[in-house]
């Protein structure tokens, strides 16, 4: 069946602008989370949806980064005023919640000139 | 706050070599320990994991032991093959507050040669 899908799959932009970031869960997985991984580090977490909501945000670095999950399926992450030190892959990851497995996209390769 | 550590790659072996990478943590209360598994141009998948002191995870021919004393969950395998090169991750969910992130260690990557 169909996997985490995280679009794009790479991302370009100029420091200052503006990013969005999507992922797709396995259907039916209720959490879904959001990491980032900066070369040679392990994943960092940003945060965690339980459905709609956002359950854990503790992990977002500052008030440029920001997430949503409307329909409780579908997430963006958003980045405004992007800086060098944003760049890194995002990573997606869902869940059907509890103690469940993570499934991992394959991430987004964000790089800010 | 929790933290992973493991030991610094690259881990390089031949086929059919004894495979062991060390980890270590810092967490309260009694965390559940996993190790995630990267292959090359794909996503991290849940290799194994252990969910309370002395419970042994294994599969694909991996093991590690929930060790409390030690803190530590230390991956092995007796006879590696070429297709078990990637890069491995330990990780912990602290198990007595409900919080559902996990921690990830560095990163620890391993080739086999034939």
């Known amino acids: 069946g169909a996997g985490v899908s995280q679009t794009p799959s790479n991302k370009v932009t100029e420091k200052g602008k503006y990013v969005e970031l999507r992922c797709d869960p396995i259907s039916g997985h209720t959490a879904l989370y959001w990491y980032r991984q900066s070369l040679g580090q392990g994943p960092e977490f940003l945060i965690y949806?339980?459905?709609?909501?956002?359950?854990?945000d503790s992990g977002l670095p500052n008030d440029r980064f920001f997430a949503v999950r409307p329909e409780g399926s579908v997430s963006t992450l958003k980045i405004q005023r992007t800086e060098r030190g944003d760049s890194a892959v995002y990573l997606c990851a869902s869940s059907l919640g509890g103690d469940s497995p993570l499934h991992f996209g394959n991430g987004t390769r964000l790089t800010v000139t | 706050g929790n933290s992973v550590t493991q030991m610094e790659g690259p881990v390089t072996l031949s086929e059919e070599a004894f495979l062991t990478i060390n980890c270590t943590y810092t967490a309260t209360g009694y965390p559940s320990l996993f190790w995630y598994v990267q292959y090359p141009g794909e996503g991290l998948q849940l290799l194994l994991k252990?969910?309370?002191?002395?419970d042994k995870g294994s599969n694909k021919g991996f093991e590690a032991t929930y060790r409390k004393e030690t803190t530590s969950f230390h991956l092995e395998k007796g006879s590696v093959q070429v297709s078990d090169s990637a890069v491995y991750f330990c990780a912990l969910r602290q198990g007595d507050t409900g919080r559902r992130a996990l921690t990830f260690g560095s990163g620890t990557r391993l080739q086999v040669q034939p």
């Open positions: 949806f339980q459905g709609t909501g956002a359950a854990d």
């Open positions: 252990a969910t309370k002191a002395d």
